[in-house]
């Protein structure tokens, strides 16, 4: 069971492909744009609905007989509500604790007695269950996990132990880690500590002691619902036979109210603008830079994609301006940039950097804005694009190997409310960026989004001062 950010395009293609750089964009709402005569859909998945509302996505895969089972729910952290931040994370937890047809920590010893693996994650997004097993187990595992779905017992007795594990999963990941309890400020810093973006996935503190058995059924019964979830399964199986199959467990779950996201708009400004830390526990400082940005769910689809192609232009690894102008000169160990257009709701756009032990934060920062500015006033180049658009297409080929790559990026897509296409197509999106686009996308980012810097740096170091 893990805490983690969405299993994006970008993220699984870059884990996949392995490749130096690589920042995978992600498609639009609406239909493909005109493909090339090379284009296909890169998974080829069918999709239906049951009558109860229930999603259905399969990815065919004969190769091996192996299958890779995900259900997905449309409601992560970012549905957590105020005061009870780690609720979605929490109940996560709580879904092993048996169901009426399978007792308390048995699933998990079935699918391994199976010779499978199970797991689940929570994202801001998204909650998600997995297993991947030998392809006549299918029907067992789905039977499993459509008990649970159709209602897990959520044991009194415990909710106070799994509180005990969740606290102790805070404290080892982040609380005893001085870069993630920057990261989890500098987070809080862009977006307020009680927003829904500024959040901890896995929750506030004070808030995970606050969490009752209540305030978990409450989440389940308002969010576990039919349709809002989608099932994606991969792997060994023909379409007549996982309609069968999905029919059999899933099509009983009635139907019932969904209640929606329902996400605020941004501040018009960061809580704090610049966040300066210093640590005994660290050894070298750490900069981190971040606009608030549109996605594919908020603000402009188009300048969403757009991004997509700047971040790797621009951090995208060797190459890109940032390690040309900061790695190759001598000034950082290393520097990139990160954007995941594929969200729900503001998005963030941000910069990283790690200078030399020689070189003082306040030089590197003042190396970053001047690259910035001018890449504000010049724009990049056909070049760039051209070359970013090749290598982060070029990516996704090489994710279609791996069989949790498909039911990782549909059901991730889908439950965040974008089409099949976006997964299926987006190369096609991404080839259709054109210059003026990727500029204006980068200029409103840099030079009007509300933004915060930040500072981790070890006891003793001067801090940077910025720009007045």
């Not at 039919?226 to 060994?236: T, W």
């Not at 610049?274 to 526990?281: A, G, Q, T, Y």
């Not at 974008?418 to 197509?425: D, N, Q």
Request: proline share 8%; charged share 20%; aromatic share 6%.
């Amino acid at each position: 069971m893990r805490v983690m950010p969405s299993m994006t395009r970008r993220i699984a293609i870059a884990t996949a492909a392995a490749l130096p750089a690589t920042l995978v964009a992600p498609a639009l709402h609406a239909s493909p744009p005109a493909a090339s005569p090379g284009d296909r859909p890169l998974f080829g998945a069918s999709a239906w609905t049951l009558p109860n509302g229930l999603r259905v996505v399969l990815a065919e895969s004969r190769r091996v007989p192996v299958v890779a089972h995900y259900l997905f729910y449309a409601a992560g952290a970012g549905e957590d509500a105020p005061g009870k931040s780690g609720t979605a994370h929490f109940l996560e937890h709580m879904m092993f604790k048996g169901s009426s047809k399978v007792a308390p920590g048995a699933f998990s010893l079935v699918v391994a007695r199976e010779g499978g693996q199970d797991n689940a994650f929570t994202s801001r997004d998204v909650t998600a269950y997995h297993q991947t097993v030998e392809a006549s187990r299918l029907p067992l595992v789905m039977g499993m996990e459509a008990d649970r779905f159709a209602g897990p017992l959520l044991p009194p007795e415990t909710i106070e132990p799994e509180r005990s594990v969740i606290l102790e999963e805070r404290r080892q990941r982040t609380d005893s880690n001085p870069r993630a309890r920057f990261y989890e400020a500098f987070e809080a810093a862009l977006f307020g500590p009680e927003s829904w973006r500024g959040r901890p996935i896995i929750g506030w503190e004070s808030d995970i002691r606050a969490i009752e058995r209540d305030d978990l059924q409450t989440f389940y019964s308002r969010r576990y619902a039919p349709g809002n979830a989608v099932l994606v399964v991969a792997g060994d199986v023909t379409e007549a036979r996982l309609r069968a199959l999905v029919e059999e467990h899933y099509g009983s779950i009635p139907a019932r109210p969904v209640t929606l996201r329902d996400r605020a708009a941004p501040a018009v400004a960061p809580t704090e603008a610049r966040l300066i830390r210093h640590d005994p526990n660290v050894r070298e400082a750490s900069f981190l830079r971040s606009a608030m940005a549109p996605t594919l769910t908020w603000g402009s689809p188009q300048a969403a994609w757009a991004l997509e192609a700047v971040a790797h232009l621009l951090g995208g690894g060797q190459g890109s301006r940032m390690h040309r102008a900061l790695v190759e000169t001598g000034l950082a160990t290393s520097a990139g940039a990160g954007f995941d257009s594929e969200a729900v709701g503001v998005g963030a756009f941000m910069l990283s950097a790690t200078p030399r032990p020689d070189v003082a934060p306040e030089r590197l920062e003042v190396a970053i804005d001047a690259l910035i500015d001018r890449l504000i006033q010049e724009g990049p180049s056909e070049a760039e694009l051209a070359r970013s658009t090749r290598q982060m297409t070029a990516g996704a080929l090489l994710a279609l190997d791996g069989l949790g790559a498909a039911p990782r990026l549909l059901g991730s897509a889908l439950a965040c409310g974008l089409s099949l296409e976006t997964v299926e197509y987006w190369p096609a999106h991404l080839r259709a960026v054109t210059l003026a686009q990727a500029t204006a996308a980068l200029r409103g980012v840099f030079a009007g989004a509300p933004t915060t810097t930040g500072w981790l740096l070890p006891e003793g170091v001067p801090a940077p001062r910025g720009r007045a």
